[in-house]
């Protein structure tokens, strides 16, 4: 019994762990995270803005599908 | 699991699906449950990805573990990254999924609930998908290069250029669509207008949230803008019921679209990260969180579909739209069955953060089943409406009437039964002064979807909060598709006029940017002005086109994916994209040729240009009002001309470059990256 809520708990927290991963990339989180240790800078609302001018072209030329 | 008893297992769900698509399309004259479609769409989703695309990664395309993708070679930590597949997963998924597969189906239900559900299941598992997934690999082979790159370098220069022109046609046509839909849903609405106008300065908080206080944390941010839209909702009602301030938000459908297309050319123009970024993500949340919501209803729900499983509208006559189930179910029902626009996405983000090319079968295959997931409940939302309801509400004044006696005693003559009152309590009950003549899907879904999670949570009393949470959450994402849209088509055309004049190509030269921006708004603008001055409702005109064009694109694709199979050597599984690319064309060239040609005037344009004429010449209606009219049908027929000529002359060289490989005339060439062996093969082994 212990283990079977055992093996649960690790599933449901594995299966969190990849949502909560997916969430961060679509959300763009994921890449600041990168940029963040690309350029070996803290999160600081100045990084934030040198994020998303290095990001914007990217970002506007990504289409929305129908 | 022994290997008989995972038979044993896939044997029980051939049979279950096998079972529900049997009672699914056996039914008749009785209502049944939505669990049905729910295990069929489960089923054959699940078989077609076990098997079928096993043996198109297997045979076909044979995916290879060992060759490094371009996430690994090119990785930058900017576009190129290795990512893990459920990542990507989620990303694509979140990238594909749009308004299409909401509209589309509910549309369709007219037909009956069967030809909707039928083509979702066999377009998605024999189409859609594997569409999607080979695109993505192609793409994944060549660097991570788009359909256009791709069509030009494996088709021919035809090839590109007709893959160019089916993009920038798909995306104005889109985005006119797209708008009347929302002009439909919000016309005189003070409480769907106010919680969609609300959104903008919502949008501008979580802008200076995310720059200045959390930078970064989009996640948070998304979730603190998704309650002040609950609250915004909350302030529509009360916005609705104090004619004080509702009378500046009950806007007329051509205000509206006035709104939308300013709108549409400021983010298009002006640097308004501010407030499109923030609104993108809440967009975002939005959409996937309702999705999920729809789908937890569903369950626990289970519904009964009062549709019946064909009605009397296969024949052509339908209200909703006109035009017989061949072929019209067919290019109606786009995205949540096979969609050339998902071939842009397969090609564009999605292969730059692929890790291994075995995934692609999971991102590719696998989020598109997902998608058609998404139709087969947006099916399920209409066909819970009780006939009549979807009728009165979708069905333009132009057939049913202006008033909500005949249009009742229209729809109840048809076998139909529903009365004013009916309607009266139904608008009441969502918070709406009437339902009638909301054509464009949107309401009728938001009314079905309202009506599965009233059911579920809240009951009666929270209706009207439930359907205009649906009216917001199609509105608020269509908006992002058309701020979005309307940017990547102003790129597009700077692209192209780039080569004619260098400065129109320069992206940050300020006259190219309105220039550009004016050009894609007023093309899109004036699809959308059609629409809302269409006395049939826009949508019976422009849906099939959009649907056309749509499918053209996937055309195109199912073409460029056909040439790279054959010049791997594969010609013997060509059949693979083959048969659903025959298939489009059938549906293609026989939709466009009813739309150009049918002497029916509600079906076919010139038809419909030519008895304007006639009465105009005759005096029953006004000249320049009918001038207009004439004028936009021909129009029409054009740009359906056009469209059809392009599939040809892309078919044709097509065709003819694989006759010549086969016949040995002419040598295969691919233009694939070299392979390269991933450092991670160990890690793999592993």
Not at chain 2, 547 to 555: H, K, P, V, W
Request: glycine fraction near 8%.
């Amino acid at each position: 019994m212990m283990q079977s809520l055992f093996s649960f708990g690790t599933h449901f927290q594995h299966a969190w762990s990849v949502l909560h991963s997916v969430l961060r990339e679509i959300f763009d989180e994921s890449a600041y995270a990168r940029f963040l240790e690309r350029r070996q800078v803290v999160t600081s609302p100045r990084a934030y803005a040198e994020f998303l001018d290095e990001t914007q072209a990217q970002r506007e030329r990504r289409p929305r599908c129908c | 699991m022994s290997k008989s008893a995972r038979a044993v297992v896939w044997l029980v769900v051939a049979a279950s699906g096998a079972l529900s698509v049997a009672t699914i399309a056996i039914h008749r004259g009785e209502e049944i449950n939505a669990m049905w479609l729910v295990v069929a769409a489960v089923c054959s989703y699940t078989l077609g990805y076990r098997f079928y695309s096993k043996f198109i990664a297997a045979r076909v395309l044979a995916l290879d573990a060992l060759r490094a993708t371009p996430a690994e070679r090119l990785e930058n930590g900017r576009d190129f990254v290795r990512t893990n597949k459920w990542v990507v997963f989620g990303h694509h998924f979140a990238a594909i999924a749009g308004p299409g597969p909401l509209v589309g189906p509910v549309l369709a239900a007219q037909f009956g609930y069967l030809p909707g559900t039928l083509w979702i299941l066999a377009g998605a598992v024999f189409g859609g998908c594997v569409q999607d997934f080979v695109i993505l690999l192609f793409s994944v082979r060549r660097d991570g290069k788009s359909l256009t790159e791709m069509a030009k370098d494996e088709v021919g220069r035809l090839g590109g250029f007709v893959a160019y022109v089916a993009v920038i046609s798909i995306i104005v046509i889109l985005l006119g669509v797209c708008a009347l839909i929302v002009v439909n849903a919000l016309k005189a609405s003070p409480w769907g207008t106010f919680t969609i106008a609300m959104t903008i300065p919502i949008a501008l908080l979580m802008g200076v949230y995310l720059r200045r206080l959390r930078p970064g944390k989009v996640l948070e941010t998304s979730v603190l803008g998704f309650l002040l839209v609950l609250l915004a909702i909350w302030g529509g009602g009360w916005a609705s019921h104090t004619p004080a301030v509702g009378q500046y938000f009950a806007l007329s459908a051509p205000t509206l679209a006035i709104f939308i297309i300013v709108y549409g050319f400021a983010a298009s123009a002006m640097p308004v990260w501010l407030l499109l970024a923030p609104r993108d993500y809440l967009s975002t949340f939005v959409k996937l969180g309702t999705i999920a919501m729809l789908a937890l209803g569903i369950l626990a729900l289970r519904p009964t579909l009062h549709m019946p499983a064909l009605t009397r509208f296969i024949d052509g006559t339908g209200p909703v739209f006109a035009g017989s189930v061949f072929p019209f179910a067919f290019v109606t029902i786009a995205c949540g069955a096979i969609s050339g626009f998902h071939s842009l996405i397969a090609s564009g983000t999605t292969p730059k953060l692929i890790s291994r090319e075995t995934e692609t079968r999971m991102v590719g295959y696998g989020a598109m089943a997902a998608e058609s997931m998404v139709a087969i409940m947006a099916t399920i939302a209409a066909c819970v409406l009780q006939p009549g309801t979807y009728f009165a509400i979708n069905s333009p004044a132009g057939i049913v009437g202006q008033l909500p006696e005949a249009a009742t005693a229209m729809i109840s003559s048809w076998g139909f039964s529903v009365t004013a009152s009916d309607m009266h309590s139904l608008a009441q009950a969502v918070g709406e002064q009437t339902l009638f003549n909301r054509t464009g899907g949107a309401p009728a879904f938001a009314v079905g979807m309202a009506n599965i999670f009233s059911h579920s949570i809240g009951g009666q009393a929270l209706m009207a909060i439930w359907y205009h949470f649906a009216i917001m959450f199609e509105a608020l994402f269509i908006l992002t598709v058309l701020d979005a849209g309307t940017r990547v088509g102003r790129f597009m055309v700077q692209d192209a006029l780039g080569h004619v004049w260098k400065p129109l190509g320069r992206t940050s030269w300020y006259p190219s940017i309105l220039v550009n921006s004016a050009l894609i708004v007023g093309a899109w603008g004036y699809f959308l002005w059609q629409g809302v001055k269409d006395p049939l409702g826009g949508i019976n005109s422009l849906w099939p086109l959009f649907g056309i064009s749509n499918q053209l694109l996937a055309t195109v694709a199912l073409c460029v994916a056909t040439t790279i199979i054959i010049k791997m050597g594969r010609a013997r599984y060509a059949a693979v994209t083959l048969v659903p690319l025959t298939w489009l064309v059938a549906v293609t060239f026989s939709a466009s040729y009813y739309k150009i040609f049918d002497p029916n005037p509600r079906i076919g344009f010139l038809a419909h240009a030519r008895q304007l004429a006639t009465a105009a010449a005759s005096g029953a209606t006004p000249s320049p009002a009918t001038a207009r009219l004439i004028f936009n049908d021909r129009l029409d027929a054009a740009v359906t001309a056009i469209l059809i000529v392009m599939i040809a002359m892309i078919l044709i060289e097509s065709a003819s470059g694989w006759v010549r490989i086969i016949a040995g005339r002419k040598q295969p060439v691919l233009r694939e990256s070299p392979f390269v062996a991933t450092r991670f093969a160990t890690e793999e082994q592993a």
